[in-house]
C-alpha cells in the first residue's frame, strides 16, 4: 500500500517535512466522562532535513506526539501535515524507531531488516542482499541469522536501525531508541546515527528525556511543559558545528552554555512533573 | 499458560522452575536420578509379583489378587508375544493413525477458528456463550453419537479426538492472537504491512508459537480420544484389544495393553518434545549457558 508513496521520488518541496497544526490529544479517563488530555494545542515544525530533539518530563506526552506523526494515532483536534500533505492512516514517508524492543521475535536478524522489503513486494534474495548490506553497515556482518533474544541490546538496536532505514523514510521517527542502553553503547550508537545521518539528511524528530543527547545530536530544541495538556514552552537552535562527536562535544564551552540556558526552562517542568507523579502515587 | 488441561507433562517444567529458584540444592547427578528411577520400578514389581505369587503370600490371596491386578510374568509375556508375533502392530498403526488424524485436523480447525474469532470482535462475541458450553461439556459422551455418525471405523476415533484438540489449540491461539506485543504490530505497520500480510508475518507466528507451547498437550489428547474411541465400540487397535481381554476377564492382557500404550506415549511424547526443539529455536531459553 505504501509502495507507491515511496518509489516516487521525493519532491523536495518548500513545505516542512514535517508539521502539527494545533494538535490536541485527549483520551478517555478510567471513569466515564472523564478526560486526560495529554497534549493541548501542539504546534511544531520540521524542516526538511532537519534534526530536531524534543525534550520533556517523563510522562509527559512525547510519545503520543510522536504516534501522531507516525499516523499510528489520530489527534483529537488539529492536524499532521507531512511535506505539505494532510496526513490520514500511516504516515508511509516516516520510518518508527521504538523506544521498546520491537523486532519480531520469530525472525532473525536478516529477516527482521528484510521484513519492510518484503511488504512491499520485493523478491526475497532481493530483500536479503539489501538486508544483509545494512547489517554490515550498522556493524552486524556475522550476525545475520541471530535471533533477537540472542542478540544483545546495543545490537537489537542495531537491527531496529536498519530495519527502519532500509527503506529509506523520508522522516524519521526516534522514541528514546538508546534510553534503554548503557552509556559507552549509546554514545557510539549516537555517533554511529550522525554518521548515517550526515550521508543523506532525513528529516528527524527525535524524542529523548536527556537534554545532553538531544544538544549532541539536533540543529534544534524543543521544551515541553509537563503533562497533562503539554504543549512546547522553549525552543533553541543549537549552533553547535558538525560533524560532531557526541562525547567530545559535550566538554564545549558553548554546550555548556546552551545547556544551561536550555535547563534553566526545563528544570521547572522536570520538578513540576516529579511533584505530578509523587501526588498520583500516594 | 492457560493449558490446564490433564496430562500435560509439567512435572519435568515445575522441577526445573524449582531449581532454578533455589541453586544451593543442586539437583541429584544424572546417574543417581536413573539409579532411583530403576530402583522404583523394581520395588513396585518386586512387590506386585510378591502379592500374586503363591508361596510368597497365602495360595488364597495371592491367587485373588492376581485377579484384580494381573501378574507381572504374564503380562510381560504377553507384552514380548504381541511383538515377537507382530500381532500388535496393526493395532498400534491404527492407534497411531488415528492420534494423529485428530491432532492435524483439530489444530487446524483451532488455528483457523481461533484466528478468525480473535481478530474479528463482533463474531467472537457472537460464539462466546457457545464455545464456553462446549467446551465445558464433557465431551468424552459425544463418542456414542460419533459411533452412529461414522461407525465404528477410524473417523468415529477421529472426530472424537478432533474434538478434545479442537479446544486446547483454539485457547491457545485466541490467547497468543491477543498477547500480541502492540509495539512489535505498530513496528509492522509503520514497515508498511498490509493487513493480510499481518496477520501472515505477525498473528500466524505469534499464534502458532503458542501452539507449538501446547503441543505435548494436544497430541496427549489425540491419543487419548483414540483409545478412548477404540474402548468404547472399534474393530481394531490398542483400544480395541483391551476392550476384548476385558470381555473375558483376562486381566494380564489388559495391563499389557496399557503398558504398551503408556510406552508409546512416551515415545510420542519424547518425539513432540525433538520437533518442538526445531521448531521453537527463536524462543528465548531461560538458561543459555552450558556445564563444561
Redesign the interface.
Known amino acids: 500500500?505504501?509502495?507507491t508513496a515511496?518509489a516516487a521520488a521525493p519532491a523536495r518541496s518548500a513545505a516542512p517535512a514535517l508539521a502539527f497544526e494545533r494538535v490536541t490529544c485527549a483520551f478517555a479517563g478510567k471513569n466515564a466522562g472523564e478526560r486526560y488530555t495529554a497534549v493541548a494545542d501542539t504546534s511544531l515544525v520540521v524542516g526538511d532535513g532537519e534534526f530536531v530533539s524534543v525534550v520533556g518530563p517523563t510522562g509527559c506526552g512525547k510519545s503520543t506526539l510522536l504516534n501522531v506523526a507516525?499516523g499510528?494515532l489520530a489527534p483529537s483536534a488539529g492536524r499532521t501535515l507531512v511535506a505539505g500533505e494532510p496526513l490520514s492512516g500511516?504516515?508511509?514517508r516516516?520510518?518508527?524507531m521504538?523506544q521498546?524492543?520491537?523486532?519480531?521475535?520469530?525472525?532473525?536478524a536478516l529477516g527482521n531488516v528484510s521484513?519492510?522489503l518484503?511488504?512491499?513486494g520485493v523478491a526475497r534474495d532481493v530483500a536479503a542482499a539489501r538486508a544483509r548490506e545494512w547489517l554490515a553497515r550498522v556493524g552486524l556482518t556475522g550476525f545475520e541469522n541471530g535471533?533477537?533474544?540472542q542478540l544483545s541490546g546495543g545490537m537489537r538496536k542495531r537491527v531496529a536501525l536498519a530495519?527502519m532505514l532500509i527503506?529509506d523514510p523520508e522522516i524519521l521517527l526516534m522514541d528514546e531508541p538508546f534510553s534503554a542502553l548503557d552509556i559507552q553503547t549509546r554514545q557510539l550508537m549516537e555517533n554511529e546515527l550522525l554518521d548515517l545521518w550526515s550521508s543523506n539528511r532525513k528529516s528527524v524528530l527525535f524524542i529523548t528525556h536527556d537534554l545532553e543527547e538531544a544538544i549532541a545530536l539536533s540543529d534544534r530544541v524543543i521544551v515541553l511543559s509537563a503533562g497533562p495538556a503539554t504543549h512546547p514552552i522553549g525552543e533553541f537552535a543549537i549552533d553547535l558545528p558538525r560533524p560532531r562527536d557526541v562525547a567530545e562535544i559535550r566538554l564545549s564551552p558553548r554546550f555548556v552554555e546552551l545547556h544551561e540556558a536550555i535547563w534553566h526552562v526545563l528544570k521547572s517542568e522536570v520538578l513540576k512533573g516529579y511533584a505530578q507523579g509523587k501526588r498520583s502515587a500516594q | 499458560m492457560s493449558d490446564g488441561a490433564p496430562g500435560s507433562p509439567s512435572l519435568a517444567a515445575a522441577r526445573k522452575g524449582v531449581t532454578r529458584e533455589k541453586t544451593s540444592h543442586a539437583p541429584a547427578g544424572r546417574w543417581t536420578l536413573a539409579l532411583w528411577h530403576v530402583a522404583i520400578l523394581a520395588v513396585v514389581f518386586g512387590v506386585w509379583y510378591a502379592l500374586t505369587t503363591p508361596g510368597i503370600v497365602d495360595a488364597a490371596y495371592a491367587n485373588r489378587i492376581a485377579f484384580f491386578f494381573g501378574r507381572p510374568l504374564e503380562v510381560i509375556k504377553v507384552v514380548i508375544a504381541w511383538f515377537v508375533s507382530g500381532k500388535i502392530y496393526p493395532h498400534l498403526a491404527i492407534t497411531l493413525w488415528e492420534t494423529l488424524l485428530a491432532f492435524a485436523i483439530g489444530s487446524v480447525l483451532g488455528l483457523v477458528i481461533g484466528l478468525w474469532l480473535a481478530l474479528s470482535p463482533t463474531a467472537s462475541a457472537i460464539a462466546e456463550p457457545y464455545i464456553t458450553a462446549l467446551n465445558a461439556m464433557p465431551r468424552v459422551i459425544l463418542a456414542p453419537i460419533f459411533a452412529v455418525w461414522f461407525g465404528l471405523g477410524v473417523l468415529s476415533k477421529v472426530a472424537l479426538g478432533v474434538t478434545l484438540v479442537f479446544f486446547i489449540v483454539f485457547f491457545n491461539v485466541y490467547q497468543g492472537v491477543k498477547e500480541v506485543s502492540p509495539v512489535v504490530l505498530a513496528n509492522a505497520r509503520m514497515l508498511g504491512a498490509s493487513r493480510q500480510q499481518l496477520l501472515r508475518s505477525i498473528y500466524l507466528p505469534s499464534a502458532t508459537s503458542w501452539v507449538f507451547s501446547s503441543l505435548h498437550t494436544s497430541v496427549g489428547m489425540a491419543f487419548v480420544g483414540a483409545v478412548v474411541g477404540e474402548y468404547l465400540g472399534s474393530a481394531k487397535g490398542v483400544g480395541y484389544l483391551i476392550l476384548q481381554a476385558e470381555g473375558v476377564f483376562d486381566i494380564n492382557t489388559v495391563i499389557a495393553g496399557i503398558v504398551v500404550l503408556t510406552i508409546f506415549a512416551l515415545l510420542l511424547d519424547f518425539a513432540v518434545t525433538k520437533i518442538e526443539a526445531r521448531l521453537l529455536v527463536w524462543r528465548p531459553r531461560t538458561a543459555q549457558t552450558e556445564s563444561l
Request: no cysteine; aromatic share 16%; hydrophobic share 50%.
Open positions: 500500500m505504501n509502495a515511496h507516525a499510528l500511516i504516515n508511509a516516516a520510518g518508527y521504538f521498546a524492543d520491537a523486532l519480531m521475535p520469530w525472525r532473525s521484513a519492510g518484503q511488504f512491499r535471533y533477537p533474544h530495519q527503506l
